[in-house]
């Protein structure tokens, strides 16, 4: 079935260094692909988002990349910080409405 | 302005027990989402509304679970009969041009069956 694989699912930097989170989707009709940001016992939030006619997109710290032919899309976070530290979650349009990956646990160490 | 609300924040209820879960999405956000989260895991698609409509149920796991939105904003999902396996935490989603736009969540309403 349609789905959205995420890796890894736990990741652990030293405070400054660069995370990377990878998925990929298996929908190739999939047109628009955010990224949420979910801190311990609060709501997912949108930290960015990329639609399929473009390859890059960056704010600030972060950037998410998209290769629509191999169906995957990375966030890049540089510089990080300890409030960086949660789970973070990419999504694609699947059909009519998002579907999730499984979340990826980034500790930043100070 | 007022972000998406839902209502209760905690919901404890006996195997077997009725509940409804109450969503009110952003003003003048015509699309609405449903969402499960188990501990551990991504949000998992119930059901969406564009308007008064369900555009997508195909999440809803059976015919236990229910949703109506009578009038394009509040929304409710029902529950009966519930079962050990339907704690979660539901997260209810606005948007205001559908799927490929920006979900705004609310803080979700944690239901425990016991």
């Known amino acids: 079935g349609e789905n959205v694989e995420q890796h890894p699912s736990t990741l652990s930097v030293q405070e400054g260094d660069s995370a990377v989170i990878k998925c990929t989707y298996s929908?190739?009709?999939?047109?628009?692909f955010p990224w949420y940001k979910q801190e311990l016992g609060k709501r997912p939030q949108l930290i960015i988002d990329i639609r399929s006619n473009v390859g890059e997109k960056k704010d600030q710290r972060i950037a998410v990349t998209l290769n629509k032919t191999a169906k995957h899309f990375s966030l890049h976070i540089t510089e990080t910080q300890p409030e960086d530290s949660a789970v973070y979650f990419c999504a694609a349009t699947m059909s009519r409405a998002l579907t999730f990956g499984s979340g990826t646990r980034l500790q930043v160490q100070p | 302005g007022a972000g998406v609300s839902q209502t209760p924040s905690n919901k404890v209820t006996e195997k077997g027990k009725y509940v409804e879960l109450r969503c009110d999405p952003i003003?003048?956000?015509?699309?609405l989402y449903w969402y499960r989260q188990s501990l551990g895991q991504g949000p998992e698609f119930l059901i969406y509304f564009q308007g008064t409509g369900a555009a997508d149920d195909s999440g809803l796991p059976n015919d236990r679970f229910f949703a109506v939105r009578p009038e394009g904003s509040v929304s409710t999902l029902k529950i009966q009969r519930t079962e050990r396996g339907d704690s979660a935490v539901y997260l209810c989603?606005?948007?205001?041009?559908?799927?490929?736009?920006?979900?705004?969540f609310g803080n979700g309403t944690r239901l425990t069956v016991t």
């Open positions: 003003s003048g956000h015509t699309a």
């Open positions: 929908d190739s009709a999939s047109n628009y």
């Open positions: 989603a606005s948007s205001a041009q559908g799927v490929n736009s920006p979900l705004h």
